[in-house]
T-cell receptor, first 108, second 114 residues
Framework: AQRVTQPEKLLSVFKGAPVELKCNYS??????LFWYVQYSRQRLQLLLRHISRESIKGFTADLNKGETSFHLKKPFAQEEDSAMYYC??????????FGQGTRLTINP | EAGVAQSPRYKIIEKRQSVAFWCNPISGHATLYWYQQILGQGPKLLIQ????????DSQLPKDRFSAERLKGVDSTLKIQPAKLEDSAVYLC????????????FGPGTRLTVL
């Protein structure tokens, strides 16, 4: 069955420290993976997608098919990065399966 | 460009009552989704429409949930009768048809069933 696992429900780091939010997936086909983010009092929105191979707000994520992972990284955390982060897997037909989410808190 | 609109934003009902949620997607977006997000979990797809046709409703509890998108634009999601476990945020999202397009989400409707 298709599944997305985010092992950390809560993650707290200090401003300026590196951040890594973990995401592992289970899917027999060719995966398309995304990170969505929800800032306080805002809507869920796309942060980045692996197919674009882009860096958004200093975040990057590399698809590792061998480890079935798509971890989100940022070298220097900023206070405005505090939010809920969801990893999502597309199984085709534009259908997404979301992980449970990680609440990231950046301490000053 | 206007975003996805949803109403109401909050709803409190008693179990066994009925409730309906409304969604207006971004203009021109052919694909519309309803998700259920229970506290502490990620969004779970309930139903996906392409224009006014259902693409996937495999996770929709059809004994109590129904959804329609009659003219291929607005959509309504109904629960009848509601159970305590239906307490959740109901999210509507839309996207352009085809490819791995970004899904745009509405603000959600927070349902509390007492």
């Amino acid at each position: 069955a298709q599944r997305v696992t985010q092992p950390e429900k809560l993650l707290s780091v200090f401003k300026g420290a590196p951040v890594e939010l973990k995401c592992n997936y289970s899917y027999s086909g060719s995966p398309e993976l995304f990170w969505y983010v929800q800032y306080s009092r805002q809507r869920l929105q796309l942060l980045l997608r692996h197919i674009s191979r882009e860096s958004i707000k200093g975040f990057t994520a590399d698809l590792n098919k061998g480890e079935t992972s798509f971890h989100l990284k940022k070298p220097f955390a900023q206070e405005e990065d505090s939010a809920m982060y969801y990893c999502a897997l597309s199984m085709g037909a534009q259908k997404l399966v979301f992980g449970q989410g990680t609440r990231l808190t950046i301490n000053p | 460009e206007a975003g996805v609109a949803q109403s109401p934003r909050y709803k409190i009902i008693e179990k066994r009552q009925s409730v309906a949620f409304w969604c207006n997607p971004i203009s021109g977006h052919a694909t519309l989704y309803w998700y259920q997000q229970i506290l502490g979990q990620g969004p779970k797809l309930l139903i996906q429409f392409q224009n006014n046709g259902v693409v996937d409703d495999s996770q929709l509890p059809k004994d109590r949930f129904s959804a329609e998108r009659l003219k291929g634009v607005d959509s309504t999601l109904k629960i009848q009768p509601a159970k305590l476990e239906d307490s959740a945020v109901y999210l509507c999202a839309s996207t352009l048809a085809g490819g791995y397009n970004e899904q745009f989400f509405g603000p959600g409707t927070r349902l509390t069933v007492l």
